[in-house]
Every structure is written in C-alpha cells, then in structure tokens.
C-alpha cells in the first residue's frame, strides 16, 4: 500500500482551562489516501472539529498539539513545521470549508475578491490575476453569470451561492487535502444535495481527498468510502461505510444510525441516544461510553477498552469484541436511569 | 474595496432622524465658516479697530457680536477661534483614533502574552488622570504651538477607544471568516487590516464623533486657565476666559463663544448617539427584532 496522503498519529490535542484539562482530543490516529473521501462521524463536543482545527495547527490558547503527535502529511510531518512554512500549506495543500457560509464571508469585501485573495497569498502573481482566477473558480463551482457576481457581496447572495464560494476559495489552489466541517448542515435538504454533488465532481476533476465533517449519517453514505466515528476524543469505530451501515460493531455507532430516518421503513419514532456527550475535561473512567451506553457491564466502568480489529479494516473500541454473547442482554444505559 | 462599507455609512447617515440630522447641518454650517473665517469675517482676529473709541461695544449691526475690551471685532474673533478648536480637537481626536486603533488590534491579532502586556501597559496609562498630566507638561512648555497642542491632546486620549477595537476586534477575531481566512493562509498582517480592521471601524467612529465634544471642551478648559491656545491667536476658550474677566458689563464677549462651543459638542454629541444607533448592526438588529418584522439571521 503506498502512504497514504494525510497520517495523524497519536493526535492529542489539549486544552488548559481553569476547569481543567479539557482533553479534547486524545490520542487519534488515522490515514487518508491520495483522492479518498474519509467521513468523520460524531456528536458535537466529541472533538471533530478540534481534530480538523488541528491538522491545520489553527488551535489558538489556551490549547495545544501534545508534543508527541505526527500530522505526516505529504512526507513531512506538519507540527514540525515553521509558521510561515505551515503558512505555505494552509489554503494551498490544505484547504478547510466551514459549516456557515452566512459567517465564513467576510461582509465587507466582495466575494471575487475574497477568492483573489487565496491566490494573491499564495501566488502572489498581481491583482489582475488573481480576479479572472477566481472569475475562473466561480464558474467551476457552477455560479452563473461569474464575472457579474464576482462584484457582488456575501449578502446579496443566496445560502447556497454562499457556500460554492467557501467551495470556491477553498478548491482555488487545488489543494491535496479539503476538510469540509459540516459543509452541508446549514443548507436546505435540496442544496445539500447540489452541494454534496459538486464536491464530488471537483474531487473527481481535481484528485483531492476529502475529511468531510458531520454528524449526519445520511451525507457519509452518499459520498464517504471510509468512516471514523469518534466519541470522547476517541476513535470509536472505523470501517469502509459499507461495513458501518451493514454490520455497526460500536454501540454508539449502532445509536447514531438508529437516530437516522430510514426512508421506506415502517414508520417509527427515531431512537436517541439518553444523554450527552460528557465535558472533555472530565471523561468518564472505563469505557467513556459506558454510561451511556445499553450493554454496559462492570468491566467497561473499570477498563478503558483498546481498539479491536473486528475484521480487517473494521476496528472498534468494544469490549462486546471479546464478549459478543453480551450484546444478547441490552438494558437501559445508566443514564438513563439516574 | 470599502465601497459597500462607505455605502453602508452612508445609509447610516440617511437612517438618522430629523435631530441628528439637523446637528449634521449645524455641524457642516459651522465648519464651513471656521475654515472660511479668513474670508468671510468682517475683521482680523487680532485688529484693533479703535481702542479708545470702539472698545466694548454692545452687539449692533455693525458688530453683531459686539467688540471686546481690545476694540476687536468679537464675531470675527469666534470664527477665527471656531477654526483653532475645531481643528485643533478633529486633528487630535484623529490622531487618538489612529494610534488607539492600532494598538487595539495589536493587541486582538496577536493575542497572548502580547496582548496582555499591552493591556496592562493600557491600564497603567490610564490611571494617570489625563487633564493633570496635560496641565503639567503646558505649565512646563507653554506656550506650545498648535501642532504640539494637537499631538498632546491626540496622544493622550486614545486609551479609551484602543480598549474599545480591542474588545472588538476579539468578537470578530472568533469570526468563522477569520478562521477561515487563517485556513486559506492569511498571515496576521493581513488577518489584522483586512479583516478586523474594516469590522471595527463603526466603534471607531463613533467614539471619534463623541470625542471631538470631549477634547473641544478639553482645549477650552486648558485655555480657559491660561494654558491652551495663546493669544492673540484666539480660541473659542481663550475668548471665553477673556470675556468673563468683565462679564456683567460686556456679557456678549463671553456669551457668545461660549454658545457656539456648547452649539459645537451639543452637536456632536447628538451625531455620535445616533451613529451609535444608525450604524451598529447590532441596534439596528435590536430595532428590528423588537418590531417583529424580520427573523432572527434574515438572509436578506
């Protein structure tokens, strides 16, 4: 297997607050291939998007990359670089699309020139330029009439425009790795969709892998090959999405796609699950799920569960891996009852 | 680049009601005859028509303003001394706008220990009491030259409005463009001027708007006890010192620059409180939330 494109090892990222050590992150490794798309699944408050912030080094005080954690990305590992030289990687080979396209604009510049300005950071090949490349950019992402709404403002344009513009910056200089944090969210189901749609044309045309962002089981299956699910500043469970959908090993897995409307099923309430996601300064002992959890038992409030390879490609954070027979007794989460 | 911004004060402007409106007027009619006053006004500010015969005369057609104890010419005197104020207070408010904006979105860019230091250098400074220490250095070298009056004055009273964008400019830094713009690789230069400083600039102009009242009384006061403006160069302070040394028998030496000083900060003062409301997006949002005509994040 050739290496993979971005390899995140080890990757804790910590935050010193007067409550305490959030551990925001804690301990995650991955991989992303050259043009893969790799979905990262989870709740709010279980470190997704810190994990995002991260690999870009755009975590500000009071947090910070324990010093042992690996970003290789593209031979080198990014917490060695300089500023300037990570300068040199964010929005050229990595670029981020943030999940509001109403505040990812700034309001007072028109929105040509915010996509000028990418390359003007990062070319620096004039003004000129830099106009028609991101005229160039608008029509790529599909905007009408690129030229006139090159000269208009964030707020004279619709959700949906909004956000093929932060598409439109962040695809400017074909970057190798896109993150998109929550791209979709803030969008009308029928944008989501033209949305979803036009990052994948663009990953096709360009080659560029995607870490797509979100908690909506839905948008992975359309477009992720693999998925990580994270919870507690953990990786959970990881496996081709196909694997997750058919056979989730996790019980927090299995959870976020009882949450999700299935269309064509018997009418049902949706399942939840009881709870919320503990405060990162304070994670449970055991399994940090555990608590919440249906088929906890008392070694998974005593022991921190390592991943386990259910198959190969497929590891998950489970005890059940070593004691299926327990998933034959679910009870109510402890949670639930207190 | 700051079109939509300068169109977006502009709509400001025209969102101002009739009393704002009409201090704007008042505003421009007096800066025009300040800055005119060489043109238009009857006399020199320091010609002496006659002393003996033509001291202190009461207002007449001749000398709407009366003359003063020196035989001159009080209405030329109040446009010549208009002029000194209002330039002296419009420069050195924009003096305090400039170092306090830059130094306030120092401290927000770079965060930190930066920030800190620069804080708590701010806090230091702004325990010393500003008209003390202006009083000390003119009793020192007064008399100073105008400029220097405006460079005191300037880099004296730019603390407030550097905690003010610093503030700001700590709202706008967690900004998701911010971030964004940080993702594409904008460096902190361009972080700073690009993107806070154009979104800070409202606080800036309003405070700008209020302070000029403050400092055009600040220079008064100073003139007033003899360490502003010197004469015969008059300022609107200088004037009225001079005409209350005899105010019950020329009341009109002192009367009327001081209606036109208290016309001048009654009028900026109204201007600021309504730029604060007509510009700031978020008491315009509170208007409008409070009708019940618009939702919360119109797309608009």
Known sequence: MPDPLLSVENLRTYFYTDAGIARAVDGVSFNIGAGETVGLVGESGCGKSVTALSILRLIGSPGRIEPDSRLMFEGRDLLRLSEGEMRRVRGNRIAMIFQEPMTALNPVFTVGDQIAEVSRVHEKKGRKVAWNRAVEMLELVGIPAPAERAREYPHQLSGGMRQRIVIAM???MKPALVIADEPTTALDVTIQAQILELLGDLQQKFGTSILLITHDMGVVAETASRVIVMYGGEIVESAPVDRIFANPHHPYTEGLLGAMPKVGQERERLQTIPGTVPPPTNWPAGCRFHDRCRYSWERTERAHPPLYEIETGHLSRCFLAEEPQRRAQPHEPMVAQS | ?????????????????????????ILGALFLAAMLAPVIAPYSQSHQIDIVGMKNHAPSLAHPFGTDRFSRDVLSRVLYGARISLTVAT?????????????????????????????RLLDAMLSIPRVLLLIAILALWSPVPLWMLVLLLGITGWFGVSRLVRAEALSVREREFVVAARSLGAGAGRIMLRHLLPNVLVPVIVTTTLGIGNVIVLEAGLSFIGIGAREPAASLGTMFQDGTEAFAGTWWAALFPGVVMVTTVLCFNILGDALRASLDPRHLHRARVGTGTAPLHTAE
């Open chain 1, 170 to 172: 962040a695809l400017m």
């Open chain 2, 1 to 25: 680049m700051f079109v939509e911004w300068l169109r977006g004060l502009a709509a400001g402007v025209r969102r101002l009601d009739s009393v704002s409106r009409a201090a704007l007027v």
């Open chain 2, 91 to 119: 420069l050195a408010v924009l003096v305090s706008a400039i170092i306090g904006t830059l130094y306030g979105l120092t401290a927000a860019t770079l965060g930190g220990v930066v920030d800190t230091v620069l804080m």
